[in-house]
């Protein structure tokens, strides 16, 4: 994301701690970050750790005489892409849907020329609270953004609804918010990760793919507007949000998985590194080790990538190919007997487990090799490939 000037309110709840670290993640991902207060929040954290974080002079105060013309509520929204307010209270989100302007942070919200997002933070009666929730339609109705909240352990003691997102996971929402919507009203389709084609009850044989790729292009895919709907084979990787994730082991299971959304996918993007055959001896109790070493037979999986790309009314194919050598050659090789209008092209040995990746994208009009990055930037010049791709159909 192109570094942004987000104005960070931050309302008086428990959950202001975290914000502190939101504002270090933000100045870290390129930001510059202003922090404004209401009076409460400074009862949980001083003014002072956001300032030696920010870089910049905290404001709690609507009568604050140090902006140039005495009007921070006016200034600082200004100067800043979006208006952030993390924690957002109950009593934040009820001044905020009904215009007030008694403090400098509900002064601000009212008087701001840029996007306003909140990420609300309560414990979970006051959350589902009927006033609270039509404040809360209320401010989406006024488009207004709302994150989260979460749902987990709350500083109460109680479980359930109404926590502040983690600091990571608004960074990741925020970056979304500003991105371009080139998949906007697009379905896309994505599998992910290995396979494992059990042995026994419990050995199997799988690879070491870790899912990064498969799960940055199901990031960037949201991020580009589009539904998402990732079928995932076993990888930990934590599921990302706003994204629907179907966990399979087998190709068997994944291409079961596939097969039943594929009808209402615009797009298919098979990153998964399925596993070419399965065990046909699979036995159901652990083998027990004997005096002759076990046979292992394999049978084929099915293909599911080619499987899709030849159906009658077969989405927008993109496919991966993972090679240790001759690696253009035998992906367009591959593009081809698949039917494939793009294939990610990669180095096995560079891009299995690793951060960056370094790909080139084969289609009809020839290679387009991109440089080494992150595999999250590597996922949104994919997208704007694939997007572009579709524009032209
Ligand atoms: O032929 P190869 O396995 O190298 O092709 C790689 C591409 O095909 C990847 O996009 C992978 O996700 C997909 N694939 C598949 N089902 C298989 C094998 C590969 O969908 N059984």
């Not at 652990?286 to 046979?295: D, Q, R, S």
Request: net charge neutral.
């Amino acid at each position: 994301m192109t570094a942004k000037r987000i104005l960070l309110g931050v309302g008086g709840g428990i959950a202001a701690y975290k914000s502190a670290e939101l504002t270090r993640q933000l100045i870290k991902a390129g930001h510059q970050v202003e922090v404004v207060m209401t009076e409460s929040a400074t009862r949980f954290v001083a003014p002072a750790t956001f300032q030696a974080l920010s870089g910049h002079t905290v404001y709690t105060d609507l009568w604050d005489p140090r902006p140039s013309n005495a009007m921070a509520h006016i200034e600082l929204s200004r100067r800043a892409d979006a208006f952030l307010i993390a924690p957002a209270t109950a009593n934040l989100l009820f001044k905020l849907a009904h215009g007030a302007c008694d403090d400098l942070v509900s002064t601000l919200a009212a008087a701001r020329a840029c996007p306003l997002i909140v990420a609300p933070a309560m414990n979970l009666q006051m959350w589902q609270n009927p006033p609270n929730q039509r404040n809360i339609a209320q401010l989406e109705a006024d488009g207004v953004t709302v994150f989260g909240p979460g749902n987990g352990f709350q500083a109460c003691g109680e479980t359930g609804d109404g926590r502040m997102l983690e600091p990571h996971e608004i960074v990741e929402l925020l970056h979304g918010f500003f991105a371009d919507k080139r998949l906007a009203g697009k379905k896309v389709l994505l599998t992910a990760g290995p396979t494992y084609e059990a042995i026994d009850a419990v050995r199997g044989i799988t690879n070491i793919s870790s899912g990064k790729m498969g799960y940055a292009l199901a990031r960037a895919c949201r991020d580009a507007g589009a539904e998402v709907t990732l079928v995932s084979g076993p990888t930990g990787m934590e599921a990302p949000m706003n994204v629907r994730r179907l966990d399979v082991q087998s190709a068997a299971e994944m291409q079961q998985a596939v097969l039943a959304e594929v009808g209402r996918s615009d797009v298919f993007i098979s990153v998964a590194a399925v596993a070419d055959y399965r065990v046909k001896n699979r036995s159901e109790h652990k083998i027990k080790k004997g005096a002759a070493a076990p046979t292992i037979e394999l049978e084929e999986n099915p293909d599911i990538l080619a499987t899709v790309a030849s159906l009658p009314a077969a989405p927008f194919c993109v496919g991966f190919a993972a090679e240790s050598q001759n690696l253009l050659e035998f992906a367009e090789a591959k593009r081809k007997r698949k039917k494939l209008p793009m294939l990610v092209a990669n180095l096995a040995q560079q891009a299995m487990g690793a951060d960056d990746n370094q790909v080139v994208l084969l289609d009809d009009a020839g290679q387009h090799p991109l440089p080494q990055m992150p595999k999250d930037e590597v996922a949104s010049a994919i997208v704007r490939h694939l997007a572009a791709l579709l524009a032209k159909r």
